[in-house]
């Protein structure tokens, strides 16, 4: 999937302002403040590195509105706690799950919603490299990416206060939590990945009817005169 247009700064900005109100909104009395703390640690420090580095490299519209969309779902399980967000506490109810799966679901948003950002930063012109290779490239981020993740966290757990700790990792007795976490973020790249694949393939042929359809329309504005 190629980069698009960056003639206009609308779209990086609107998804700046919707991703602050959610921000604030949810700062505002957490259930566990420590827990949120911990939570936040990499959304302060990485969402002022993404707008200084707007100028020097900026993504594509569709890469702000990716990376928008889960840092919002980030965001909403920071409030709670991700074992506590009622929308997953409804569901497991709902369908007589043993746990709330909204940590899960993020983690395979991540996959999903992160892997074209993350391929943008890697590489300048994504387009550029074959869809095959920007595939494995991509994906291989995102596995990287939740590996360490998951390392940061376990040592962050360990050197914390411990309720905060535990509320952090949020792993509902699960000893399998971090695999699961890993392998949910790696099928939402996969996924990303074969829809990207889809839409370059359907490029050329997008093209096609675009181009087809405007000559049409010039054939019929000069027959008309």
Not at 2 to 25: D, E, H, Q, T, Y
Not at 149 to 178: K, M, N, R
Not at 180 to 194: K, T, V
Request: aromatic fraction near 10%; glycine fraction near 8%; hydrophobic fraction near 50%.
């Amino acid at each position: 999937m190629s980069r698009g247009s960056r003639s206009s700064n609308r779209i990086p900005l609107a998804c700046l302002i919707v991703f602050g109100l959610v921000w604030i909104g949810v700062a505002i009395e957490p259930r566990y403040r420590d827990a949120w703390l911990l939570e936040n640690l990499l959304t302060v420090a990485l969402v002022p590195l993404a707008v200084f580095g707007y100028r020097r490299r900026p993504l594509s519209d569709a890469a702000y509105v990716m990376a928008t969309c889960f840092v919002i779902l980030h965001t909403l399980g920071s409030h709670y706690t991700y074992s506590e967000v009622p929308i997953g506490d409804t569901i497991r109810d709902l369908f007589g799950l043993s746990r709330n799966h909204y940590d899960r679901f993020v983690h395979f948003s991540f996959g999903l919603l992160m892997m074209q950002p993350m391929l943008e930063l890697a590489i300048r012109r994504p387009a550029a490299v074959g869809p095959g290779v920007r595939s494995l490239i991509g994906i291989a981020l995102v596995a990287l990416a939740s590996s360490l993740y998951e390392i940061v966290e376990w040592w962050v757990a360990v050197i914390s206060d411990p309720d905060a700790g535990t509320a952090f990792l949020g792993t509902q007795g699960d000893v399998w939590d971090a695999q699961w976490d890993m392998a949910l973020a790696l099928g939402g790249a996969i996924l990303a990945a074969a829809i990207a694949w889809l839409y370059d393939r359907r490029a050329p042929q997008r093209s096609t009817a675009a181009t087809h359809y405007r000559l049409i329309r010039v054939r019929a504005i000069r027959a008309s005169r």
